[in-house]
């Protein structure tokens, strides 16, 4: 009798040892998983599109004759802390009786950039462009618009409007042309200096242009994107909250502006604006404390069919400090704050370092594979909105 009860006891001990030590295993493995956080790799605060041979002068320098020019209403202060609490409120009813994990049943973006300036491109290479991205299913072209500055700098008067309507019928043409082969084009501009104090005309010349198009032309462009990358200011590394508070209020005024527009809006941002990337400071903004990725998401929640673009540059999808573990914060953040924008993931062809951030020297096959792998593991998300490639020479070179 009393070896039956050593023997009870003595299991009821492992068994609690085992309990202990699984436990004990598991907040191991998670101070572990603390550590390496993957978003704390340095390379991503170098990571940029742009380049200082593909963008104009005009986008990058400051010019005075503009710095204090004003386009419709574009507010200079604003709160929208009650407008954020109503839509946080119809967010939740809208949400209540649906399954937060089931997938939305639109068509998943398939996007690509051209930074190409549009006066340069010949018939030829807007054919072959247009074709091949075709046949590689890209269904969004995300066309750079910057040299419209160099339209907008010019003097008044009739020059400038033979110059602004050239430029115009050109965009209308691509924009048919890709339309015809089920592509849908979005303008896209930008430039790391453009939230900051005398240069925020660039930015909103550019929307404005895209605005007026939109309501003049037949063909249109179906949403306009921001990719400015302000962490590559000199001025990001000693005061990033005044830099990173610029840059929210640029898209929350840009938003504002956009709002009698039928456009889309977009933005492409890195990969560790979220909270649990702890890379960027808590940031007071019109009456909230909250990181970057969550005020962005505040601001564009309140436009529908809004999305960002996270700049998720790795060669291979799966593991440690591949593209989806590099993807997932923001990716969680939107679908447990049941958020309607769209997170897009975007990959890299370009000629560019270290390797490991880019397909270049891969195969089109190989880049296809990593892609699935994203896709797999994302589609259940309802804020997965699909796939960017940078950028269509490049990704058409692949072979």
Known sequence: MKNKKQNKTTKRNMFLGCVILGIGIMMFASIIKTEYIPHRNPIDTQISQYSNKIITPNAIASNPEFQKITFDAVPQKKSYFFTNQIASVIKSIKTLGTNPTEPKQNTKEHGIWIWTPIMIMTP?????TLSQAQVNRVNTIYISIDTYLDVFVMPKGEK?????????????????????????????AGWQNWAEEGNTYKAFAIVNYVKNFNNTRANKFRGFQYDVEPYLLASYEKNKSVVLKNFIQLIDQTENFMQDSSLKFSIVIPDFYDKEDQ????????????????????????????????????????????SIEISNNEMQTAKNGKYNTQVVIAQETGDVMPPYITFHRTSKNYLSGQISKINKAFNSNPNFGGIAIHYVNAFLALK
């Open 124 to 128: 030829e290479y807007i054919e072959s």
């Open 279 to 322: 890379m960027t400071p808590k940031i007071a903004y019109n009456g909230k404390k909250d990181y970057t990725f969550k005020h962005l998401l505040n601001i564009l929640d309140r436009k529908p069919d809004s999305s960002i673009i996270i700049m998720s540059y790795r060669s291979f999808a799966e593991g440690y400090d591949g």
């Open 160 to 188: 400038r409007e033979q110059a602004k309507k050239a430029f115009s019928d050109k965009l209308e043409n691509f924009i048919v042309s890709a339309n015809s082969r089920g592509i849908a084009v979005d303008a896209e």
